[in-house]
């Protein structure tokens, strides 16, 4: 694979808000800018082997990390406050800003791991992204959680985040090995939206802002998902009625292979899966916005 050098970044999201990015340029003339958003709670780290990928098949890429995670965490968790909404309406919107100031001839793709897919519709420029394609981005109602991830769901809800939080100033995730470190606002707001039947669409009200949502959407999703079923991603992306969408559910038999996953899709073993898994719907996703 062609060795491409990150560039870091700094963004501005408010006054005395920054967020830490960083830049993969493309290997050869770039077809699009692609940001590359995360997961609850991971850090841009995570996807540095995939986000090297994605530029050498002749992508820009960017990837970030909200306030309060990874890089972007300025000080002690304990003295930071952050929402989810606050990652939407200020973080998300400092990458989209930047992109269309600095890319604004260029196609641009969010690709949205889980809980950046969800929060797409909140984020207030969202206009500018040619296409969204969402990676195993379903509703994270606790009751309709897959398998033993209802229960672990019913205690991390019931009882961990509620006795955590206050006692810690913030949800220490690495510590209790439960998804990673999070600001308390964050936390604390996330455990009200898997508390709702309609998840943060209902739990914020967003209905009509979701509905309004036209940029066309790719969701993929994988059977063998352990946190998310199928018929959660179905439920989430039905809120946005108005945009055209494609919804692919891979199975592993398709690919030969034991196993998917929620995260294990962008870990480097399943590299020779990614031109089957993204590069397709990726390159149809710009098909179809050179089309329009």
Known sequence: ?????AQPLQLQAAPNRFIQAHWYPSSTMAQAVIVMAPAMAVPQRFYQPFCTWLAAQGYHVL???????????????QQLHSSISEWAELDAAAVVRYLDSEFSTYPKLWLGHSISGQLFGMIPNHQVIHHMISVNTGSGYWRAMSGSFKWKSML??????PLAVPLVGYFPGRKLGIIGDVPAAAMQQWRRWCLHPDYL?????????????????????VSDDEMI??????????????????????????FEVERLGHFAIFQQPQQALWP????????????????R
Do not use: K
């Open 1 to 5: 694979m062609v060795s491409i050098a």
């Open 63 to 77: 990837s970030f990390d909200y306030f309060g995670i990874g890089a972007s965490t300025p000080q002690p968790l």
């Open 156 to 161: 991390l809800w019931g009882l961990v985040t």
């Open 201 to 221: 669409v209902g739990a914020e009200d967003l209905y009509q802002s979701y509905a309004n949502v036209s940029t066309p959407i790719t969701s993929l999703a």
């Open 229 to 254: 079923a199928p018929s959660r991603v179905n439920h989430l992306h039905d809120f946005y009625r108005q945009a055209p969408q494609q919804r692919i559910l891979y199975h592993p038999h398709q």
């Open 276 to 291: 089957r898994l993204f590069g397709e719907p990726i390159q149809a996703a710009l098909t179809a916005h050179s089309l």
